[in-house]
């Protein structure tokens, strides 16, 4: 699943270019593929001093933080960007992925951030069956832990379904597809508030 984060990069990228603002994006994108996450972190930094108004410098800053397990920091930098475009898709993206990479954070506000940026996702991004195997994981490792309502069992195998069947080749497939089927079977009736699967 590592791809998810260098199309977004190559996204950012193409736009900034047509934008004329190549210096600071190309610069941290390249830093960001180096793993030299501190100096992409500073040139995103600066990139938004120089302009406040390109919100693809916070949303790349957040994955330099993101990177170095700043979860909490990079968070807030998201924040700031959906609260001046509510469907930026970068950041909503970048908020599910940290949410669900924080070992501190609600599962299900990640869910909520992919629910909200597919679709505005094109069907034929990799972004598109990503974001159904994050909304299955969380909800199967939620399922695992804490428990689902019958809604939320059905939803994470509708993701998981989605998932497998754009990506009938990946690693996990077979292993989600028995998951899947094991789940259908042995699932409790709607009447069950909560169902915990262990």
């Given at each position: ?99 669900f990479l924080d070992s501190n954070a609600d599962l ?91």
């Amino acid at each position: 699943m590592k791809h998810y984060f260098l199309s977004f990069i190559l996204i950012f990228q193409f736009y900034a270019e047509v934008k004329g603002q190549i210096n600071y994006l190309n610069r941290g994108n390249e830093y960001l593929t180096e793993k030299n996450y501190k100096a992409a972190e500073q040139i995103f930094r600066d990139g938004m001093k120089s302009d406040s108004s390109n919100l693809i410098y916070p949303c790349q800053l957040a994955l330099a933080l993101m990177r170095q397990d700043l979860h909490a920091e990079a968070q807030n930098v998201l924040n700031r960007v959906l609260s001046k475009d509510s469907v930026n898709i970068g950041a909503l993206w970048y908020a599910g992925t940290n949410t669900f990479l924080d070992s501190n954070a609600d599962l299900r506000l990640a869910v909520f951030y992919f629910e909200k940026v597919i679709p505005l996702l094109n069907k034929n991004q990799g972004q598109y069956y990503s974001a159904h195997w994050f909304i299955g994981r969380a909800y199967q490792i939620l399922l695992q832990r804490d428990g689902l309502n019958y809604n939320e069992v059905s939803r994470m195998l509708q993701c998981y379904e989605t998932y497998t069947n754009l990506q009938p080749d990946a690693n996990d497939s077979q292993e989600i597809r028995a998951f899947i089927a094991h789940i259908k079977k042995v699932r409790p009736s709607e009447n069950v508030l909560k169902w915990i699967n262990r």
